[in-house]
């Protein structure tokens, strides 16, 4: 599968933004769904994920009740809708695919066995 992410910007503290991914291939739905970001000098850290059929999803605390996950199979869709933007939630924004989740690793980075290039998220007054 072939991911790519958009719908990255520029926007001031306390403002949102919705992240898409669109997904190419004919198993999407198969694919547990991974949100990652990574700051100029610091490792890629989890953000969020949601599971193939988008009954549950998983949230890093920094996020935890600001940044929202969901999915649509039929559209092969997958978003990140952040609200309450902080500075510090400046970073490149990926997605990722994996086939599998093996225990509670949905927020490991090598689980994930497709990436779509990343897009910037800048927030700052």
């Known amino acids: 599968v072939q991911l790519q992410a958009f719908g990255g910007g520029l926007v001031q503290p306390g403002g949102s933004l919705r992240l898409s991914c669109t997904a190419s291939?004919?198993?999407?739905?198969?694919?547990?769904m991974g949100w990652f970001r990574q700051a100029p000098g610091k490792e890629r850290e989890f953000v969020a994920a949601?599971?193939?059929?988008?009954?549950?999803?998983y949230y890093a605390d920094s996020v935890k009740g600001r940044f929202t996950v969901s999915r649509d199979n039929t559209k092969k869709m997958v978003y990140l809708q952040m609200d309450s933007l902080k500075p510090e939630d400046t970073a490149l924004y990926y997605c990722?695919?994996?086939?599998?989740?093996?225990?509670?690793?949905?927020?490991?980075?090598?689980?994930?066995?497709?990436w779509g290039q990343g897009t910037q998220v800048t927030v700052s007054s």
């Open positions: 990722a695919a994996a086939i599998v989740w093996y225990g509670s690793t949905w927020d490991r980075p090598t689980t994930y066995d497709y």
């Open positions: 291939g004919r198993t999407f739905s198969n694919y547990h």
């Open positions: 949601i599971t193939w059929s988008g009954g549950s999803t």
